[in-house]
């Protein structure tokens, strides 16, 4: 079975600080990655995802990640973090059955 | 486009209680997923379904959990008798057939005192 790790549990930054979450999977076949934002009271969202094709994948809200199949990881990144970024964030996993298997999260909080 | 609904927001029981969630998935999206997330961890699959049929249910905790998808539409979760360690956020989701890309509900945070 896969199992995803995001090794950063808390992550405090100031405005216009760069952003880097790490994720790591484990799983040996085909996999789809992706990251998912829940901001403060709202639901979970799609930031990004990787299917195949350029291993750098662009997301909403100025996000991008990596996907480096040699290390098995799916890292977040973001030049210039803000305050309405303060979130939780997710790294999850899919593959066959199309499930997500999601690591426990990244609460990110920006101070002004 | 609707998003997913979920019912209820909230809800309070007390041990050996039963509780139900309702979700309604975006329309057209033949697959619903229910997930169960305890504070401070990531969402964990109970249940995933395919129109009406279950697809993959092998974390679902069969002995208190059940859920059904009636019409291969909206969904209902159960748990019965609740324990202490069921008081989580149990999150719905839906995609589209071959899709992967799912769409969350806001969830129901159930409390079990």
């Known amino acids: 079975a896969q199992s995803v790790s995001q090794h950063n549990h808390h992550v405090i930054l100031s405005e216009a600080a760069s952003l880097e979450l790490g994720c790591n999977y484990s799983?040996?076949?085909?996999?789809?990655l992706f990251w998912y934002v829940q901001y403060p009271g709202q639901h979970l969202q799609l930031l990004l995802k990787?299917?195949?094709?350029?291993?750098l994948v662009k997301g909403i809200k100025g996000f991008e990640a990596e996907f480096i199949k040699s290390k098995f990881s799916f890292n977040l990144r973001k030049p210039s973090v803000q305050w309405s970024d303060t979130a939780e964030y997710f790294c999850?996993?899919?593959?066959?059955?199309?499930?997500?298997?999601f690591g426990s999260g990244t609460r990110l909080q920006v101070q002004p | 486009e609707a998003g997913v609904a979920q019912s209820p927001r909230y809800k309070i029981i007390e041990k050996r209680q039963s509780v139900a969630f309702w979700c309604n998935p975006i329309s057209g999206h033949a697959t619903l997923y229910w997930y169960q997330q305890i504070l401070g961890q990531g969402p964990k699959l109970l249940i995933q379904?395919?129109?009406?049929?279950?697809?993959?249910d092998s974390q679902l905790p069969k002995d208190r959990f059940s859920a059904e998808r009636l019409k291969g539409v909206d969904s209902t979760l159960k748990i019965q008798p609740a324990k202490l360690e069921d008081s989580a956020v149990y999150l719905c989701?839906?995609?589209?057939?071959?899709?992967?890309?799912?769409?969350f509900g806001p969830g129901t945070r159930l409390t079990v005192t």
């Open positions: 989701a839906s995609s589209q057939p071959g899709i992967y890309e799912q769409y």
């Open positions: 990787y299917f195949s094709g350029d291993p």
């Open positions: 999850a996993v899919a593959t066959g059955r199309r499930a997500l298997t």
């Open positions: 379904f395919q129109n009406n049929g279950v697809v993959d």
């Open positions: 799983y040996g076949g085909t996999v789809n």
